[in-house]
Each structure stands twice: as structure tokens, then as C-alpha cells.
């Protein structure tokens, strides 16, 4: 089993948290628990893929212990994690901004 170790510094880890807020804030569709892990449903508007492959990227490279696949289904991207369920729980957990900045009520894909 890989440890579950990050490099990121206490300052990286806010400035990604701001990055997940700003995709979630553009093109957040839903998410779901799956057997494995946890699944991101964002909306497949132009870039989003690529923002989503290129911060999934560098989540691996900061948390080796991850498995993240990003790929486009339809109208929709699909982003999904496996890890140690409390990774998983940190990752799903993650709070959705609207796009006007205020917190919003998250149902299942």
C-alpha cells in the first residue's frame, strides 16, 4: 500500500483549494460516490477538460497515493479518484461555490 503523503506546503494547499473552487464555481454538475472512490461531474464547456486534466496532473504529482482519470462523456467530464477512503472523503467533501461566490446545496450526480 502507497502512504498517503502530500508535498504540498500549507500555502499550496490553499491556493489549490482556491483553483478547485473556481472549476467548481464554473462548471461544477454533480458528484457520487462510487465502489472505489468518488466521482466529479463538471460541465464539458470550453477548456474545462483541459483545466480539469492539467489540476489532476499535478494532484499526482503532489499526492502519488491518488488515482485520478479525467475524461469527457458526452456533455459532461468526468473526473474520477480513487485513494484511502479518508482521501476519498476529503475530496468529496469539498465544499461547491456558485458561480456567485456564496456556498451551494450539492445533490448527486
Not at 502530500?6 to 472549476?23: G, I, K, M, N
Not at 462510487?34 to 503532489?62: F, H, K, N, Q, Y
Not at 456533455?75 to 461566490?101: M, S
Request: with cysteine.
Amino acid at each position: 500500500m502507497t502512504d498517503i503523503v502530500c508535498s504540498l506546503t500549507d500555502h499550496d494547499v490553499r491556493e489549490r483549494l482556491d483553483e478547485y473552487a473556481r472549476l467548481f464555481a464554473t462548471a461544477f454538475a454533480g458528484r457520487e460516490r462510487i465502489t472505489s472512490g468518488m466521482r466529479w461531474w463538471l460541465r464539458a464547456e470550453p477548456g474545462i477538460a483541459e483545466r480539469a486534466r492539467d489540476l489532476a496532473a499535478r494532484e499526482r504529482v503532489c499526492c502519488a497515493f491518488l488515482t485520478i482519470a479525467v475524461i469527457v462523456v458526452g456533455d459532461r467530464v468526468l473526473w474520477e479518484l480513487t485513494a484511502a477512503q479518508e482521501v476519498v472523503d476529503w475530496f468529496y467533501d469539498l465544499p461547491v461555490i456558485g458561480p456567485n461566490g456564496t456556498p451551494r446545496r450539492v445533490e448527486p450526480a
